[in-house]
């Protein structure tokens, strides 16, 4: 009798691919442009594979979950919880960004601020922020990657399809077919992120790590303990509470997608395998192929939580003390941001000029963090998605019990 070989889960290669690039990169410190030249070109190869398939996936898995609800008033009601959750998140995030800002700002290191330049990207008004989320047509949205124009456009097929009945029958087929195909390409790619994964982290720590040592480590050092902290007691609290589901769970069903964020930094290039992991925690399908798509595009807590600390870090460099009122501002600022520049890209970037000029601090402050962002960007996509994956499972615990 031959005996099989077990094999070890997807999180186990994903995460020594993870420790190998870091070894990798630590080892290339002293000559970055290996990694940059031979590495990276395969990292950025996987990426383009996995946005590849996200338009595919976020247009049918969202008309396919639409389709299946057969009913516009239930797809309403997701829709409304799962946006007052992304949005109570987001503040509570900016609330956390800023304690944690104000209890070490006395261990900042000193940075001159004389010569900064930075020239903000401008933020979209209001009005411009409605209008950009119709499409103008079907192919740009697609073309584009424009997410939130993707979501739209897979919402408006949906509920057309509900509304038609039965001549919607053979349409609703191809986008069952369509979703199941899309899906398998999906799965095939997800194979190779062990290797994409050690591709995009070692010229990340090659080219970075040296100077993280510097005087940046410590407003790093307290971002990343806000995003932990946020994860740790605000999702943990949320998932038990509201899904019946021990936090520890939780969070090593997310492994998978939580070593591809913080590699990756991407929330749409992780939401392929968000989908994978919240589907096997026990989310209705229907529900994770709404919920998730429209968080990678809208849901910004890790990104509220940098606003905050970055805000107090800039204010400090330049010698000045916020007051209660301006904090406040800071917090509602950011929360109305995060939806304001959703599908904007370098959003993270533009809403903190934002934040900057909510309260009257220099935006060429911006320039002090530039240099480090992507290190940001890595812990606040991890937070991003796994708050994606909270309100997934939240949510469609909420309709288990509405039957």
């Not at 799962?82 to 700002?105: D, S």
């Not at 971002?223 to 769970?249: N, R, T, W």
Request: aromatic share 8%; glycine share 8%; proline share 4%.
């Amino acid at each position: 009798m031959i005996q099989k070989t077990k094999k070890f889960p997807l999180a186990i290669w994903i995460f020594m691919g993870l420790i190998l690039g870091i070894l990798a990169g630590i080892a290339l410190m002293k000559t970055p442009e290996i990694a940059v030249q031979y590495i990276k070109p395969f990292g950025t190869l996987f990426l383009n594979l996995v946005k590849f398939i996200v338009v595919p996936i976020v247009l049918f898995s969202i008309m396919s979950g639409v389709i299946s609800m057969k009913d516009i008033r239930k797809v309403g009601k997701i829709g409304i919880r799962t946006v007052v959750f992304y949005m109570t998140t987001t503040a509570i995030a900016v609330v956390i960004g800023l304690t944690f800002a104000n209890v070490f700002k006395g261990t900042f290191g000193q940075i001159s601020t004389s010569g900064l330049e930075y020239t903000a990207k401008e933020a979209p008004g209001f009005i411009t922020t409605i209008i950009n989320i119709f499409p103008s047509n079907i192919i740009d949205p697609m073309s584009d990657a424009n997410m939130l124009q993707v979501i739209v456009t897979a919402l408006f097929f949906g509920f057309a399809v509900i509304t038609v009945g039965e001549k919607g029958k053979a349409f609703a087929d191809f986008v069952e077919s369509a979703n199941a195909v899309s899906m398998i390409i999906m799965d095939t790619i997800i194979k190779f992120s062990p290797v994409g994964v050690f591709c995009l982290i070692t010229p990340v720590v090659a080219e970075n790590g040296a100077s993280i040592l510097g005087n940046l480590l410590t407003v790093l050092v307290v971002a990343y303990g806000a995003y932990f902290i946020h994860m740790a007691v605000v999702y943990s609290v949320a998932i038990k509470a509201f899904a019946q589901m021990s936090p520890l769970k939780f969070f090593s069903g997310m492994m998978p997608a939580i070593m591809m964020a913080f590699s990756s930094a991407s929330s749409v290039g992780t939401l392929p395998l968000n989908l994978e992991c919240t589907e096997k925690m026990g989310a209705k399908k229907d529900v994770a192929s709404f919920v998730l798509p429209l968080g990678a595009t809208i849901n910004m807590d890790g990104t509220a939580i940098y606003q905050g600390v970055c805000a107090i870090f800039i204010a400090s460099c330049f010698g000045i003390d916020l007051t209660l009122s301006q904090q406040i501002a800071i917090i509602l600022t950011a929360t109305l941001a995060s939806i304001g520049t959703a599908g904007v890209p370098g959003a993270g970037m533009i809403m903190l000029a934002m934040v900057l000029q909510s309260v009257n601090l220099p935006i060429e402050g911006i320039a002090l963090v530039a240099g480090i962002d992507r290190i940001f960007d890595m812990g606040r996509t991890v937070v991003n998605i796994t708050g994606d994956a909270a309100c997934t499972l939240i949510v469609s615990k909420a309709e288990d019990k509405n039957g």
